[in-house]
């Protein structure tokens, strides 16, 4: 089992930056991939980045030279940082472990957190 939780959502305006985390616990073989997804009212929930465990990640092109994904070993804490925010970010963000690690877009994690709220002003 891996328990994730994640914190940092906020309501922030269009060009500004936020910095989300998830706390994981658990089997580690079962966290060999973490990702971040999203879920907006009225759209399907789109991936957004993943990281294996070699630190090779994967961003969504939607995203992709705005959102940057790390982790710390250590401290077993998963990161995304959230640049140049549009209200089309505006999301409920997720994180989530898997064991396989594909690139984003193929990623279908076995855990999820509870999920952690972003919204973005014009």
């Known amino acids: 089992q891996v328990q994730l939780v994640e914190s940092g959502g906020g309501s922030v305006q269009a060009g500004g930056s936020l910095r989300l985390s998830c706390a994981a616990s658990g089997n580690t073989y079962s966290r060999t991939c973490m990702g971040w997804f999203r879920h907006a009212p009225g759209k399907e929930r789109e991936g957004v980045a993943r990281?294996?465990?070699?630190?090779?990640?994967n961003y969504a092109d939607s995203v992709k030279g705005r959102f940057t994904i790390s982790q710390d070993n250590a401290k077993k804490t998963l990161y995304l940082l959230l640049n140049n925010l549009k209200p089309e970010d505006t999301a409920m963000y997720y994180c989530?472990?898997?064991?396989?690690?594909?690139?984003?877009?193929?990623?279908?994690?076995?855990?999820w957190g509870q999920g952690t709220q972003v919204t973005v002003s014009s």
């Open positions: 990281i294996d465990s070699g630190g090779g990640t």
């Open positions: 989530a472990a898997g064991d396989f690690c594909p690139g984003i877009y193929h990623f279908r994690p076995r855990y």
